[in-house]
């Protein structure tokens, strides 16, 4: 499989673009092609109802067993294993940072993407539940179905394995351009420097990566 540098950079702008306009916790890129290793981001879009966020819990799926979660700056970071061997992580958090309510942020892991075979269908999802918590409530973004409103919380994240990610991603924004062509343009959410970072760094650097190979 070819999976260019200037692709990935090409699909994480596209993804950030797309869940900077988002409400729910995501991942950032989610499109992935099988066996790919992945730099991705848990993308937190706002605290709990106004609340500053504190902390962050994250249950790895099963499936996915090469996966490493990135220390961030003012917050700590704990892993519990599968096992005694600790090949294989089960849970991360990052906890101890104080996470403005108005305020979106990138909590960044790496991955090997499962080698799962798209044969007979266009995509497999894998779902990444994660407890938000908040100097005031919390919020379960642990549900795997696909039902609106369901009791067992708001939409977990989740990474979508696809046969061609930059499609994917290029698909996702255009169906999101459709969507709110007609609708109010988004409000300006208080944006970290992280976020700010992590947002203009692959669109400079895919211009870059384009200008090159031109
Ligand atoms: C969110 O906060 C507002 C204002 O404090 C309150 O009226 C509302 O009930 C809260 N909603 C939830 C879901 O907690
Ligand atoms: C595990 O992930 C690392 C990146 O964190 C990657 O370099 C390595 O190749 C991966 N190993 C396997 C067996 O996929
Ligand atoms: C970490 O905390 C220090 C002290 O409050 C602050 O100056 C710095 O900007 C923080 N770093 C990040 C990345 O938020
Ligand atoms: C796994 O981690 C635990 C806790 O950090 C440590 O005590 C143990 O020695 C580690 N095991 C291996 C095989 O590295
Ligand atoms: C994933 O597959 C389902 C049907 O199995 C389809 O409805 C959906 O559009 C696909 N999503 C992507 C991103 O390909
Ligand atoms: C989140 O889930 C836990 C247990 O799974 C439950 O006790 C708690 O009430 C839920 N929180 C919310 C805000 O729904
Ligand atoms: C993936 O999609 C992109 C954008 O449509 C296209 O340029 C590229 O050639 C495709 N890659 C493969 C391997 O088909």
């Not at 993804?15 to 290793?37: D, R, T």
């Amino acid at each position: 499989m070819v999976f260019t540098t200037r692709d990935a950079l090409v699909v994480s702008a596209f993804a950030i673009a797309i869940s900077s306009v988002h409400g729910h916790i995501n991942l950032s890129p989610k499109y992935a092609e099988p066996n790919q290793v992945l730099d991705t981001m848990f993308h937190v879009p706002h605290g709990c109802n106004g609340s500053s966020t504190v902390s962050i819990s994250v249950t790895v799926p099963e499936t996915i067993t090469n996966l490493t979660a990135r220390p961030v700056d003012n917050w700590s970071l704990a892993t519990a294993y599968r096992d005694s061997s600790n090949a294989s992580v089960n849970t991360i958090t990052w906890s101890g940072g104080l996470l403005k309510g108005t305020d979106a942020f990138d909590f960044p892991i790496v991955l090997t993407v499962p080698n799962v075979d798209l044969s007979s269908q266009t995509n497999v999802s894998f779902y990444f539940p994660v407890v938000q918590t908040c100097e005031v409530g919390s919020i379960n973004w642990t549900s795997t179905s696909t039902a609106h409103g369901s009791a067992d919380g708001e939409p977990a994240p989740a990474l979508i394995v696809v046969k061609n990610a930059t499609q994917a991603a290029a698909d996702a924004l255009a169906i999101k351009g459709t969507a709110s062509a007609s609708a109010p343009a988004p409000t300006a959410t208080g944006n970290s420097g992280n976020q700010i970072y992590a947002g203009l760094l692959p669109v400079v650097a895919a211009i870059a990566a384009l200008s090159i190979s031109l």
